[in-house]
């Protein structure tokens, strides 16, 4: 009962820190650390708790005995009465006001959130340091001019950072997305069995203030701010807090899929491709394979988050009245496995933005092969300076550029455009006038000042913000 989560999808490669939070014991660890907060408020407002009591509950909130939760809970199939049971045989002068004035949610749910906003620190440090290593990738290459792609044909000339700069702004939108539902993220409180604070209010005969007064410390024990709480609920917090939070995780797994699937199309393109592994084999029938198995395990993991959402939304939209059951066991697995891929998708998308290799040579020839047409206004435009008739030209290049078009696919052979239009006499320019107007650094606009303005404006301020979440590249051997 206390062996960690386990996840026959995702855990393989998430980190020992978020299989640990979504484990049985950090869980019930945190139980307990609920329970003594309790007893200390409940002591501080007035209700005879001892010292005693307290440091015999501090004494063990560590040494679990699961042997004896695990041999109660088969009697009376309660986990939560259970570990009261237990937590007594261990703190026997405790024993009696263990959970005084609680619901099994008190426990339950506040330990929901705390692990899910410590996994939200967890994962904030993956994104992070992704953010980071995309950001000098994009700072690397900002002037290196290749094809851009619309449609997933060629289009107008942009440059490596500057691709790089879109992969970065869509995870600078995850990033927003997860402050902001981090700091929203709140306790569910001591509220009581249907979110009235009855049995507090007994407890404290009618002294509201008190009853107030317990939520705060509570929530100030466990790391929270004071005022950290729900204003209202039933039994549970609200459930859209999951839909909320797998949101955030799932638009982290829509751009890590975004970046992985454009790298496996320019590793076909021959463009770029993730680290390739001196030894590694990339297919056992065809040994010349580089496979880019990284990249497709993003993808897979990513469309496996990306589906987990529907879980919270369903669970969200059919809870009767102050709460029933159905939100449990399917919770338990969507909101865990969800944390753990996306993790996973994490420590892989970092190790790949770590070790990115470019081959310049490769996108110089796809670019010079199709530059021709996408400079074709501009070679008309100086053959019209040197006395030539635009229309006339316009039909005589769109004439050339048919025909070389159709060099290339129907005969396989080079663009030869170029050569067509310096044999042409009308035109009146030389390739090597050609060639100088095609350099493909005159085509990228404002590509590489764009990077520039982009990193220092908007990627620079956030990991300043978070630079003791930055590490490394993560050593994965896939």
């Given amino acids: 009962m206390h062996s960690h989560y386990i996840s026959p999808f995702s855990t393989r490669y998430s980190s020992d820190r978020m299989q640990y939070l979504f484990s049985e014991d950090f869980k019930f660890r945190t139980w307990r650390k609920l329970w003594i907060a309790l007893a200390k408020g409940e002591q501080a407002l007035g209700l005879p708790i001892s010292d005693e009591q307290i440091n015999e509950l501090e004494k063990h909130k560590d040494d679990i ?14 986990d939560v009465m259970s570990h009261i049971y237990a937590y007594g045989l261990q703190a026997p002068a405790a024993a009696g006001i263990i959970h005084l004035g609680a619901t099994s949610c008190f426990v339950g749910d506040n330990t929901d959130v705390i692990i899910m906003k410590e996994a939200l620190q967890t994962i904030k440090t993956g994104l992070i340091s992704t953010i980071s290593a995309l950001a000098g990738f994009a700072e690397e290459y900002k002037s290196l001019p290749c094809l851009g792609y619309t449609h997933l044909q060629p289009a107008q000339i942009t440059t490596v950072g500057k691709r790089a700069t879109l992969w970065l702004n869509e995870l600078l939108y995850d990033y927003n997305r997860l402050v902001f539902e981090e700091k929203a993220l709140k306790l569910r409180g001591c509220k009581g069995t249907t979110g009235t604070q009855a049995s507090f209010l007994e407890l404290f005969e009618n002294d509201e203030e008190k009853v107030k007064s317990l939520e705060k410390f509570i929530a100030k024990e466990v790391g929270f701010a004071e005022d950290a709480t729900v204003p209202v609920c039933g039994q549970t917090y609200s459930r859209k807090v999951d839909y909320n939070i797998l949101t955030v995780l799932s638009g982290i797994a829509q751009s890590a899929s975004k970046f992985a699937n454009d790298l496996r ?3 076909s393109f021959k463009e770029m491709e993730e680290p390739f592994e001196k030894n590694q084999i990339g297919s056992s029938a065809m040994p010349y394979k580089r496979n880019p198995m990284r990249s497709e395990r993003i993808c897979a993991l990513a469309r496996f988050v990306e589906t987990l959402t529907i879980n919270p939304a369903l669970t969200a939209s059919t809870q ?29 998308m970092q190790n790949v933005c770590t070790g990115l290799v470019v081959y310049p040579k490769v996108i110089e020839s796809r670019l010079m092969a199709e530059i021709p047409f996408m400079a074709s206004e501009n070679i008309m435009m100086a053959a019209v300076k040197k006395g030539g008739n635009r229309q006339e030209l316009h039909e005589k290049i769109r004439t050339h550029a048919v025909a070389a078009a159709a060099v290339v696919k129907n005969e396989g052979g080079q663009n030869d455009l170029i050569s067509r239009i310096a044999s042409d006499a009308d035109f009146n320019i030389t390739e090597d006038e050609i060639l100088a107007i095609l350099k493909p650094e005159n085509f990228t606009g404002r590509s590489a000042n764009q990077v520039i303005e982009f990193l220092q404006g908007f990627v620079t301020p956030v990991l300043a913000e978070n630079k003791e979440l930055i590490t490394g590249s993560t050593d994965l051997k896939v």
């Avoid at 005995?65 to 309660?78: F, Q």
């Avoid at 449990?328 to 420590?347: G, M, P």
């Fill in 265 to 267: 199309i320019l590793a």
């Fill in 65 to 78: 005995n699961y042997d004896e939760a695990i041999a109660r809970e088969k009697l009376v199939r309660h």
């Fill in 320 to 348: 009767w009245f102050e709460r029933t059951l159905d939100d449990s066991a399917n919770k338990r697995l969507s909101v865990a496995e969800s944390f753990l891929a996306t993790d996973a998708i994490l420590l892989i």
